[in-house]
């Protein structure tokens, strides 16, 4: 054998490098969807300055098709494009520098526009910048050869630069041809009412940020909420963080009238050890609508107008740096917990179905960070004390509301009792007008119609007792449902996951003799805890307690499948004997359910 002794020290250079797959992967995981995609893409254009930006889709109700964005901001260079828009995981945006036009800019790794751009074969950007107009600048991206590539710097890519199109302003455009999926109308939809809720549509702004989508949904929606019913409001309450962690409040009715104000003191609850809210300042604004024809006989809108309009933008939205944050104020989102609360204490306060709102926050100290699939903030200190400004507001107006409630009743018992009173009087004194001889026999029909009155009171006194003792053992049941789910059954969920891995590692064939069983056991009764819960909650859902036309074949078949793990529990067998066709009757779904449930 040979040893060959080496005597100098060698070294080589080594880079890490990374799989085309990742970017693949990074891209599906992160927008999944063609909203969240494409959405991404109108905020590139915000912080190139946009004032508008376009979004045309061609043909894609099948694959093949084409996806257009283009936007009059100020472009980019042929480096910015290099070092900038190529560059995956870093970005070169300052969100402490404000953009020429004074914006904070949205983005923040350059990941949000990857599941955009490889929604299609391939990718063309189109681009002309503010700092050399006669130049333009193009690029494009053949992703099936991306992926055959083994990694991704072995994929070259070249920037064709071209002198530009005379009259051709500055601004970007991007082109995603050849898609790989089809979209259907709903995500459509969806699209459409992201991109008008994008940058604050309540506001004013020459200077704002106008995505448009080339699509009739678009158009019907954003004239629905360019209505603004804000004027038919009941109540407005308009609250405010300052800089100091200081908050004030007011609330205005439908004519501007101030009805209530609050100091610092008057929203914090005397429970909580802290003195100032710990975030950035934020401004809350909040537009409470009674939705019945008394109310509405005076307004100039008509109620079905506005529960449309609620309907599609109604609940509290997230401003933060002038842009929309999801899912905060989207389709079954309840971030500040309106509904539970309303059930709680149902008197005098709103749901999400009964008001819009939006808290606007500028974060240049980003205390609020957003989490890097862009689904909401990362629940720091900052938001949660965000979230607390928002409740502690609308628990203020609650309770100035439920005072003036308290006063209104108190009159009415007053006056209905003065009434009573003179009712009685003027009785009396018509009786002493008959003659003699028929007085009396009125005097005691008009006794006995008391005592009969009295007597019905009575039961009447003990039936809303009841209702009140079963609606607050109802408001527990919905309570403890909602905190359960949240927390402690995921804990049990876990735990009995990590029990059954390790039980399966260590206990070797034990594991079928002696921990199988309990562990099936245990994960049974969790499902039929579950159910319950789920239950509880879905009667509270404000779509349940609408009056529509209801199926009850495919109600009772809901209802069923939902129980379906009590009975396989318990070894039941449920025969399902329907009549013919298809009945139906009007009303509340939730009411249905319960019928059947309690059956």
Known sequence: MVVQAVSDLQSASAHLRFSTGIVKRLGEELNPTLSKSILELAKNAYDADATECQIELQDIGRPGGTIIVRDNGDGMTSSQITDGWLVLGHSSKNPSSRTRLGRIPAGSKGLGRLAALRMGRNTLLSTTSKQEENLQHELIIKWDKFDNTQVAED?????????????????????????????????????????????????????????????????????????????????????????????????????????????????????????????????????????????????????????????DFGGVHIYYNDLRVNPYGGPDDDWLGMNLRRVRSPEERPGTNTSIGRVVVHDEKNQLGEKTDRSGFIENNAFRDLRSFARDSMDWMAKCRLREAELRRHRARKTALKQSDLAQHEFMSKIADVPREMRDVIKDAFTL??????????????????????????????????????????????????????????????????FKKPINSAKRALTSFTVLGNVTLSLLDHGKRRNTQLELHSILDDVLDTFSPFFRGADVEVTKMLVQGSPFLRGQRAAVESIITNL
């Open 155 to 311: 994929f070259v890519l070249k920037i064709t630069t071209r002198p530009s199109r005379q009259g051709f302003t500055p601004g970007t455009e991007i082109r995603i041809n050849d898609l790989r999926s089809t979209c259907s109308r709903m995500e459509v939809k969806r699209l459409a009412r992201e991109l008008i809720l994008l940058a604050d549509p309540f506001d004013d702004n020459p200077l704002g940020f106008h995505p448009e989508l080339c699509t009739p949904e678009f158009k019907d929606l954003e004239s629905l909420v360019q209505n603004r019913y804000f004027d038919d409001a009941e109540f407005h309450l308009s609250a405010e963080i300052c800089a100091n962690g200081e908050a004030f409040a007011k609330i205005v009715d439908w004519k501007g009238k101030l009805l209530y104000e609050a100091k610092h003191s008057d929203i914090v609850p005397n429970s909580k050890e802290r003195t100032s809210y710990r975030c950035p300042p934020a401004k809350f604004d909040l537009w409470v609508f009674i939705l019945n024809k008394d109310t509405f006989s005076s307004r100039r809108s008509a109620i079905g107008e506005v529960r449309r309009w609620l309907k």
């Open 449 to 514: 119609y008391e005592s009969s009155r009295d007597r019905e009171v009575n039961v009447l006194q003990k039936e809303v007792q009841l209702y009140r003792t079963l609606s607050t053992a109802g408001i527990t049941a919905a309570t403890f449902a909602h905190e359960s789910i949240a927390s402690p059954i995921k804990i049990v969920r876990h735990s009995i996951a990590a029990i059954e891995r390790r039980a399966k590692k260590f206990s070797g064939e034990l594991f079928s003799n002696q």
